[in-house]
């Protein structure tokens, strides 16, 4: 059996440019009853008064109002044009979002696209924030897709992603994530109004808490204002909104208020040749650098080394708003290949939260150990899914077996 160390560009850390976040924003939130229900704009901006933030708060808001209806309504139009805003909150009827897939993909989608394109034609540089409101105390009888609350959650919660998605990466205030957190937890805390739909102060106040959260990107764990509910309870929320949403920025896009543009790439690498895929957010113009001090102009982009080494390469994606800069590192070249050592088969992604692992071959196998020598992810084959390596662990060393017994030592920095 042969044993070969070799270094993997796919596991060198990744370093992203920030700046820092606004302590003071301005937000308008478009939405209905959820919204407007014990004044949840003015209880966001009490809260982040008491962090030490400021929101400066405007609301346009109607009864059971859907993505259509703030499209037909002038005076939708009147408050996006009212300011340049920080920020616009996006919220959709409660059963919108939860309809049939033909519906959600031919009405409530493209509805809440054109609503996010309808703030950036006003302000290039506003963000737009999606309201993920919760399922209902029991469900919905629409539909049995929707009959509980763990359903109808669960496909407002991956409906509202659809939506971030679909309108340029929008970002996403996960207030139904957060309230299904809270069920499951601490199922005492009643966060809904008698009708079982509409929140109740608890549940406001936990709204609250995710939002202030997801626009700055910060816990409100220590907020002494508490809106009426006591010390114990209050606690509870905070914490919830923080623990939820702190490790998952990135899956709800969440970034500050003055970083409309986000760069974003992922790399394929065949030798010495790699293939630059642009997966950037509202941006502009593009600026590759290769890392040995040549250079593109170009979306996407495909880049030949003519010598080994180690390789930073960075994407800088530009607009009117602001520039962001995200760097990767690409290893080239040495006396071994991947086709070298029968290993050809294996593919390694980079993805914002994973390296995933994966095999066009039969009997492969892999095993993953961080820094302080303890094995991270037992043996597992990778003759079906592909293998997921988490990219906020310590990893140290991926060992991959082929179908003839060979080993190799991906080695991660």
Same mark, same amino acid.
């Given at each position: 059996m042969k044993k070969i160390l070799f270094t993997l560009s796919f596991c060198l850390p990744m370093t992203?440019?920030?700046?820092?976040?606004?302590?003071? *924003? +301005?937000?308008?939130?478009?939405?209905?009853?959820?919204?407007?229900?014990?004044?949840?704009?003015?209880?966001?901006?009490?809260?982040?008064?008491?962090?030490?933030?400021?929101?400066?708060?405007?609301?346009?808001?109607?009864?059971?109002? /859907?993505?259509?209806? %703030?499209?037909?309504? =002038?005076? /939708?139009?009147?408050?996006?044009? +009212?300011?340049?805003?920080?920020?616009?909150? *996006?919220?959709?009827?409660?059963?919108?979002?939860?309809?049939?897939?033909?519906?959600?993909?031919?009405?409530? *989608? =493209?509805?809440?696209?054109?609503?996010?394109?309808?703030?950036?034609?006003?302000?290039?540089?506003?963000?737009?924030?999606?309201?993920m409101t919760w399922g209902r105390q029991n469900g919905s009888s629409q539909s049995e897709a929707t009959n509980t609350f763990e359903k109808m959650n669960a496909r407002l919660y991956k409906n509202y992603l659809r939506m971030a998605d679909s309108s340029d990466r929008s970002m996403v205030s996960p207030v139904g994530a957060v309230w299904g957190y809270v069920r499951a937890n601490h199922p005492t805390i009643n966060l809904?109004?008698?009708?079982?739909? %509409?929140?109740?102060?608890?549940?406001?106040?936990?709204?609250?808490?995710?939002?202030?959260?997801?626009?700055?990107?910060?816990? =409100?764990?220590?907020?002494?204002?508490?809106?009426?509910?006591?010390?114990?309870?209050?606690?509870?929320?905070?914490?919830?909104?923080?623990?939820?949403?702190?490790?998952?920025?990135?899956?709800?896009?969440?970034?500050?208020?003055?970083?409309?543009?986000?760069?974003?790439?992922?790399?394929?690498?065949?030798?010495? /040749?790699?293939?630059?895929?642009?997966?950037?957010?509202?941006?502009? /113009?593009y600026t590759w650098l290769f890392g040995d001090g040549q250079s593109d102009e170009i979306e996407n982009a495909e880049y030949t080394f003519t010598e080994n080494g180690v390789y930073t390469v960075s994407l800088v994606a530009s607009s009117e708003c602001n520039s962001d800069t995200i760097s990767k590192q690409v290893a080239v070249g040495g006396t071994l290949s991947l086709s070298d050592l029968d290993f050809a088969a294996v593919e390694f992604r980079t993805k914002d939260e994973f390296i995933e692992v994966s095999c066009k071959e039969s009997g492969y196998s892999m095993e993953v150990f961080g820094t302080d020598g303890k094995q991270l992810i037992k043996q597992q084959s990778l003759d079906a899914e592909p293998v997921l390596i988490p990219r906020n662990q310590?990893?140290?060393?991926?060992?991959?077996?082929?179908?003839?017994?060979?080993?190799?030592?991906v080695r991660c920095f």
């Amino acid at each position: 059996m042969k044993k070969i160390l070799f270094t993997l560009s796919f596991c060198l850390p990744m370093t992203v440019s920030k700046v820092s976040a606004q302590d003071s *924003i +301005s937000v308008l939130f478009i939405g209905n009853s959820y919204t407007y229900v014990n004044n949840l704009p003015m209880m966001v901006s009490t809260l982040a008064t008491n962090l030490g933030k400021k929101i400066t708060v405007d609301s346009k808001t109607g009864s059971g109002t /859907t993505f259509q209806g %703030h499209l037909d309504d =002038p005076a /939708t139009d009147i408050k996006i044009h +009212s300011k340049p805003w920080d920020v616009v909150v *996006i919220q959709g009827q409660s059963l919108e979002p939860s309809n049939s897939n033909m519906l959600v993909d031919l009405v409530t *989608i =493209p509805n809440a696209v054109r609503l996010s394109e309808r703030v950036w034609a006003a302000n290039a540089c506003s963000n737009v924030m999606y309201y993920m409101t919760w399922g209902r105390q029991n469900g919905s009888s629409q539909s049995e897709a929707t009959n509980t609350f763990e359903k109808m959650n669960a496909r407002l919660y991956k409906n509202y992603l659809r939506m971030a998605d679909s309108s340029d990466r929008s970002m996403v205030s996960p207030v139904g994530a957060v309230w299904g957190y809270v069920r499951a937890n601490h199922p005492t805390i009643n966060l809904y109004d008698a009708d079982g739909s %509409h929140p109740s102060f608890e549940g406001s106040y936990l709204a609250a808490c995710t939002f202030y959260t997801s626009l700055f990107q910060k816990s =409100p764990v220590g907020a002494t204002y508490y809106g009426g509910l006591n010390a114990t309870t209050a606690g509870i929320l905070q914490q919830a909104a923080a623990t939820v949403i702190l490790d998952s920025l990135d899956r709800f896009h969440l970034r500050p208020a003055n970083e409309a543009t986000k760069a974003d790439f992922s790399i394929v690498q065949n030798g010495s /040749t790699i293939t630059l895929t642009n997966e950037s957010s509202r941006a502009t /113009t593009y600026t590759w650098l290769f890392g040995d001090g040549q250079s593109d102009e170009i979306e996407n982009a495909e880049y030949t080394f003519t010598e080994n080494g180690v390789y930073t390469v960075s994407l800088v994606a530009s607009s009117e708003c602001n520039s962001d800069t995200i760097s990767k590192q690409v290893a080239v070249g040495g006396t071994l290949s991947l086709s070298d050592l029968d290993f050809a088969a294996v593919e390694f992604r980079t993805k914002d939260e994973f390296i995933e692992v994966s095999c066009k071959e039969s009997g492969y196998s892999m095993e993953v150990f961080g820094t302080d020598g303890k094995q991270l992810i037992k043996q597992q084959s990778l003759d079906a899914e592909p293998v997921l390596i988490p990219r906020n662990q310590a990893v140290q060393l991926v060992k991959l077996t082929s179908s003839n017994g060979a080993v190799q030592i991906v080695r991660c920095f």
